[in-house]
């Protein structure tokens, strides 16, 4: 069975993650814990890579 992706449910992010190793919050899959915390700290999906989130307060 292969994998597809889906797309992160934070607005704006442009990172997509696999439905198995996804991050849930309520019905949402997000790529990380960070996305799915709303980046209360501001702080990146993944490390240092840009994601484009605007979740951010």
């Known amino acids: 069975m292969t ?9 704006g ?4 993650v696999d ?3 996804a991050m ?3 019905n949402q899959l997000f790529c990380s814990q ?6 209360i ?3 990146p999906c993944h490390g240092h890579e840009p994601c ?3 979740c951010a307060g």
């Open 13 to 16: 992010c442009s990172c997509a």
């Open 3 to 11: 994998a597809v992706p889906v797309q992160c449910a934070c607005p």
């Open 52 to 54: 484009g989130c605007n």
């Open 24 to 26: 849930r919050r309520g």
């Open 41 to 43: 700290n501001s702080e």
């Open 34 to 39: 960070a996305c799915a915390n709303g980046h």
């Open 19 to 21: 439905e198995a190793t």
